[in-house]
């Protein structure tokens, strides 16, 4: 498959935004990649041309049955100047991962994986140079058929599209504080949980929404079944830190298996140190909170890295961890994986690619 790149003259080219001060998904880079399918041809007409708006039939499956999947990653400026990316084929191996559950067909993660980097040559200018800030890429698949009888779409657009942001995580920060949620639930096992589909989303924002009218910064959601065990911060994987020893929830289906919660794993065991994938009972843990025995909590994803949780709160009372300070496993964690991002330490193992 021959990939065609149109690309902007320089006069066409958008000016480039104050990379100091980039509100998140803002401001989108020159190109975008776009390889349409259809039963016929398969995969096809792989192309990079000028971020434009796509024109779709009100009918399109997509916008009625939510048959939609997409990934997150993204392109660092490094301290010597390259640009790098961290991990890319995981996010299309689990993109396609995603497509198998959501009906939709797989792509060849070489043409994706190749079009990405031919797409990020021709807007190497948008990563921003700051240590902190990257570039967040958004590959996307939709179902395109125009015809709203429920069934999978015949016909689906996969695209590329690229937008600058700036650092999340401050140090001195408080954690956030949470709000354990006993009455919504994100996923259940069987469910989509465990795919990067639009819906999944769709479904967690009115409890975020009132987590946050209630003061707080998110929700944790607890299994869908007996709403004991704990899943997710918001959209972060969630990790628990007992002293030395690290604790996350094991992968059971219904929730979504991060790239950073395994990255935090491996790179954990590689120092040697013990890393548990277990069931995590809410009340158990805030037991061990209450008794100082948890002495961490924080998210992990590609968005944020790592966000350290300051307290939760559960049947109304508040359980802070460890005074809501960032603690030493949580700082030593994020300092290692964004310092293979940013080039400042040696790649051990073999995480990153350069543009
Ligand atoms: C994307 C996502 C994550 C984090 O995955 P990463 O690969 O680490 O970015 C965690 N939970 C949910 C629900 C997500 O959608």
């Not at 006069?11 to 104050?18: I, K, M, N, V, Y």
């Not at 016929?40 to 009918?59: C, D, M, R, V």
Request: glycine share 8%; proline share 6%.
């Amino acid at each position: 498959m021959k990939l065609t790149i149109n690309s902007c003259l320089p006069s066409e080219c958008s000016p480039l935004p104050d990379f100091n001060n980039l509100e998140f998904g803002k401001h989108y880079t020159d190109h975008m990649f776009t390889m349409a399918y259809s039963p016929q041809k398969g995969w096809h007409s792989p192309t990079i041309a000028p971020y434009e708006n796509f024109s779709l039939s009100p009918a399109t499956l997509v916008l009625h049955y939510a048959q939609e999947i997409f990934e997150g990653l993204k392109a660092y400026t490094r301290v010597d100047g390259t640009v790098g990316l961290f991990r890319p084929r995981d996010n299309f191996i689990r993109m396609n991962n995603s497509a198998r559950r959501m009906n939709m067909p797989e792509f060849d993660v070489e043409v994706a994986y190749e079009a990405l980097q031919q797409l990020l040559k021709l807007d190497k200018r948008w990563v921003p140079p700051q240590e902190g800030a990257s570039l967040y890429i958004r590959p996307t698949m939709i179902a395109t058929d125009a015809v709203i009888g429920l069934k999978p779409s015949t016909s689906y657009l996969f695209y590329i599209i690229m937008s600058p942001v700036g650092p999340y995580f401050k140090i001195g920060e408080k954690g956030l504080n949470i709000f354990v949620e006993e009455t919504y639930v994100r996923a259940v096992r069987g469910g989509i949980g465990e795919a990067k589909a639009g819906a999944n989303y769709a479904a967690s924002l009115l409890a975020a929404t009132e987590a946050k009218k209630k003061g707080f910064a998110d929700a944790l959601w607890l299994d869908g079944v007996e709403r004991r065990y704990v899943e997710e911060v918001g959209t972060m994987n969630i990790f628990f830190a007992y002293g030395e020893k690290v604790v996350t929830p094991k992968l059971n289906g219904s929730l979504l298996p991060g790239i950073t919660r395994r990255s935090i794993i491996e790179l954990l065991k590689s120092w040697g140190e013990t890393v548990a994938e277990e069931s995590i009972d809410i009340q158990t843990l805030l037991t061990d909170i209450d008794a100082g025995k948890c002495t961490e909590c924080f998210g992990s994803g590609t968005a944020a890295v790592i966000s350290p949780v300051g307290s939760l709160h559960y049947k109304g009372i508040d359980h802070p961890i460890s005074g809501e300070t960032i603690g030493p496993v949580s700082q030593k964690i994020y300092k290692a994986l964004t310092d293979i991002q940013y080039g400042k330490a040696p790649d051990a193992l073999g995480w990153t690619s350069t543009i």
